[in-house]
């Protein structure tokens, strides 16, 4: 059964910082693996999503690696802003595209 | 991308009644998916729903508890049967196939359900 584990559960850092966060997952054999944002309330939002085959995606400040063979994930961003506190998912895809999230990491950013 | 509806938005129940959130996607799709969050955890799928076949139930979950419809390729039904607080929790759908970009899901906004 795949589990999925992020670290750190929760991150507080100043503003412009450039931060990490981590994700790992115990079976290698994914589909793809994607990342969402879910702010308080709110439905999820989707940052970015890797393929199986692919080494890594970006999108703007954001960019998500993929070590599959690891079982190993990052996210970084780049100068952290407010507006980019919420929690973060990691989300593993198998292959009948169901998804396991890890507990995800809570993103505080300080003005 | 592809805009989800989730009907009701939240709702408070009393024990051992049922409760059905409606899922609308607004292009067909080939695959939903029925997930649960509850209180300060992540999410847990509870079922594949896809259009012309039975739901696929993950461990744990079984049809007499979560039934499932999906009549079309636009809309499904999650009913939770026979509520009790432990049922308490955040449920959304997610669609993955045609009128999306490949393979990324997209969800719901959620239907945050409470049980007295």
């Known amino acids: 059964k795949q589990e999925v584990t992020q670290i750190p559960a929760a991150l507080s850092v100043p503003e412009g910082e450039n931060l990490v966060l981590n994700c790992s997952f115990t079976?290698?054999?994914?589909?793809?693996l994607q990342w969402f944002r879910q702010d308080p309330g709110k439905g999820l939002t989707s940052l970015l999503l890797?393929?199986?085959?692919?080494r890594e995606q970006t999108s703007g400040r954001l960019n998500a690696s993929l070590d599959k063979s690891s079982g190993r994930s990052t996210l970084y961003i780049a100068a952290s802003q407010p507006g980019d506190s919420a929690t973060y998912l990691c989300?593993?895809?198998?292959?009948?595209?169901?998804?396991?999230f890890g507990s995800g990491t809570q993103l505080t950013v300080l003005p | 991308s592809a805009v989800i509806s989730q009907k009701p938005s939240r709702d408070i129940c009393q024990r051992g009644t049922s409760l059905t959130i409606q899922c609308q996607v607004d292009?067909?799709?080939?695959?939903m998916f029925w997930y649960r969050q509850q209180p300060g955890q992540s999410l847990t799928l509870i079922a594949t729903?896809?259009?012309?076949?039975?739901?696929?139930?993950e461990s744990g979950f079984v049809i007499d508890k979560f039934p499932i419809s999906r009549p079309n390729l636009t809309f499904s039904t999650l009913t939770v049967s026979n509520l009790s607080p432990e049922d308490s929790s955040i449920y959304l759908c997610?669609?993955?196939?045609?009128?999306?970009?490949?393979?990324?899901?997209?969800f719901g906004p959620g239907t945050r359900l409470t049980v007295l």
């Open positions: 997610s669609v993955e196939g045609r009128g999306t970009s490949t393979d990324t899901q997209y």
């Open positions: 079976d290698s054999a994914i589909y793809n």
């Open positions: 890797i393929q199986s085959s692919q």
């Open positions: 989300a593993v895809a198998g292959s009948a595209r169901q998804l396991t």
């Open positions: 292009s067909q799709v080939t695959m």
């Open positions: 729903a896809n259009q012309g076949s039975e739901a696929t139930y």
